[in-house]
C-alpha cells in the first residue's frame, strides 16, 4: 500500500509570512493524483490544491501554491501571506489514477498562525 | 445546498447501546466512504461503497456494519458501543477512480460520537 509522510506534526508562522508544510509518499505507480486538505477547528474537511502527477508545472491556487518534486516523491504546500484563517490541521492524499478508489492520508501537519 | 451531509453531528451515548449515523450525497458521486478520525487527528478509512457494492473493508471491528441503500446514501451502524469507539466519523463521497480527472472527495461535516 502507498504511504504518506507528513513529517512536521506541527509548524508556526507569522501574519503575512510565508510557511511550506511537507509531504512525501511512496509508490510504485507513474500516474496518481495529489491533494492538500485543510481541517479547521470547525473539523470540515476542505479540499485546498490538487496536482496529476503527470504534469510538470505546479498547482497554484491563490495564496496556495505546491512544489511537487515528482522524482524525490515529494509534495510541499506554500502558503503565502498567511493569514488567521489559515490556522488549521493540513492533510496530505495521494490516489491513484488507475488502481482502486482509496486514499491514502498523512499524518497530518498542525498550523499556527501567530498574530 | 449542502454536498455531502451527515446526521447526527453530535451522539453521546453509553456503552453497550446501539447506534447509527445517516450519510447522503447530492453530487452524484458513485463511490462513498466512512473514515475515523482519532483523537490525534489521524484519519482512517474503515469502508468504502461503489454503486452500493462494498470495495474497501479495512480491519474493522464487525460490531461496524455500513449499509448503502443506493449509492447516494451509506449509513454506519455500530452495535455494542466500546469507549474506544469515541471519535469523529466522517463520511465522503468521489467518482470512481477510473472515471478519470482528479476525483477528489467530498466530504461531510463528521458526526463526533463519544461513549461515556
Known amino acids: 500500500a502507498q504511504t504518506v509522510t507528513q513529517s512536521q506534526p506541527e509548524m508556526s508562522v507569522q501574519e503575512a509570512e510565508t510557511v511550506t508544510l511537507s509531504c512525501t509518499y511512496d509508490?510504485?505507480?507513474?500516474?496518481?493524483?495529489l491533494f492538500w486538505y485543510k481541517q479547521p477547528p470547525s473539523r470540515q474537511m476542505i479540499l485546498v490544491i490538487r496536482?496529476?502527477?503527470?504534469?510538470?508545472q505546479n498547482a497554484t491556487e491563490n495564496r496556495f501554491s505546491v512544489n511537487f518534486q515528482k522524482a524525490a516523491k515529494s509534495f510541499s504546500l506554500k502558503i503565502s501571506d498567511s493569514q488567521l484563517g489559515d490556522a488549521a490541521m493540513y492533510f496530505c492524499a495521494y490516489r491513484s489514477a488507475n488502481t482502486g478508489n482509496q486514499f491514502y492520508f498523512g499524518t497530518g501537519t498542525s498550523l499556527t498562525v501567530i498574530p | 445546498d449542502t454536498a455531502v451531509s451527515q446526521t447526527p453531528k453530535y451522539l453521546v451515548t453509553q456503552m453497550g447501546n446501539d447506534k447509527s449515523i445517516k450519510c447522503e450525497q447530492n453530487?452524484?458521486?458513485?463511490?462513498m466512504y466512512w473514515y475515523k478520525q482519532d483523537s490525534k487527528k489521524f484519519l482512517k478509512i474503515m469502508f468504502s461503497y461503489n454503486n452500493k457494492e462494498l470495495i474497501i473493508n479495512e480491519t474493522v471491528p464487525n460490531r461496524f456494519s455500513p449499509k448503502s441503500p443506493d449509492k447516494a446514501h451509506l449509513n454506519l451502524h455500530i452495535n455494542s458501543l466500546e469507549l474506544g469507539d469515541s471519535a469523529v466519523y466522517f463520511c465522503?463521497?468521489?467518482?470512481?477512480?477510473?472515471?478519470?480527472?482528479?476525483?477528489?472527495?467530498?466530504f461531510g461535516p463528521g458526526t463526533r460520537l463519544t461513549v461515556l
Open positions: 496536482q496529476e502527477a503527470y504534469k510538470q
Open positions: 453530487l452524484g458521486h458513485d463511490t
Open positions: 509508490t510504485s505507480e507513474s500516474d496518481y493524483y
Open positions: 465522503a463521497s468521489s467518482h470512481h477512480a477510473l472515471a478519470g480527472g482528479y476525483n477528489e472527495q467530498f
